[in-house]
């Protein structure tokens, strides 16, 4: 499979959704200064969105062109594998970047248009039973919309937990990193 098509789709989508303009994430050639190493916590195969985590940070990201010369030796190890993995770990820099401080902003969303849903299905249901009396018990719907209400619960539950938690081991940290302090007191 030739890596350059989906190498550049990957690039493209990633530059979107994490607002850094980098050309080639994949690129094994990147340089840090001390202080974006010591301030970022990198995990698993997070490695190759380092600038994407700084940049989050508020550090500067810029680019350099390099110049990639055709392999010479051995055969790649990119393939589709490593392309799903790759998304699977974009997906968790950009919802650790937009929820980590307020989980509640995305399981609370998620959750409250599910028990909506569910309870306009259900609303529904009742007002077609008392309006032509026929008996709802035997249908889909009305299983999917209590589904959908439960669902709804369950996602606001593990938005609070997921608040709560934050509010614990995030609660004492600086969310900022200060570089400079200058003579106001």
């Known amino acids: 499979m030739s890596k350059r098509l989906p190498s550049k789709i990957f690039n493209k989508i990633t530059a979107w959704l994490t607002g850094v303009n980098i050309h080639d994430f994949n690129c094994g050639f990147k340089a840090y200064r001390n202080e974006v190493i010591r301030n ?10 380092i600038p994407a985590l700084s940049h989050s940070k508020g550090f500067k990201v810029g680019k350099v062109v390099v ?4 392999r010479v030796y051995g055969k790649s190890k990119y393939g589709w ?5 790759g998304f699977l770990d974009l997906f968790t820099v950009v919802f650790l970047k937009r929820f980590l401080r307020c989980p509640m902003h995305f399981f609370g969303g998620v959750g ?13 249901l ?8 026929v008996l709802i018990g035997n249908r889909p719907l009305l299983l999917f919309g209590v589904l959908l209400m439960i669902l709804g619960v369950q996602f606001l539950s593990i938005g609070l937990l997921g608040e709560m938690i934050n509010n614990v081991t995030h609660g004492r940290k600086k969310e ?3 570089s400079e302090e200058i003579g106001f007191e």
């Open 40 to 49: 970022l916590e990198v995990y698993g195969e997070l490695y190759r969105y």
């Open 67 to 70: 110049e990639h010369h055709p």
């Open 81 to 85: 594998k490593r392309l799903i993995k």
């Open 112 to 124: 409250l248009i599910f028990f909506f849903l569910g309870f306009l299905i259900n609303l529904g």
């Open 126 to 133: 009742t007002i077609y039973k008392y309006t032509t009396g």
């Open 176 to 178: 900022y990193l200060i």
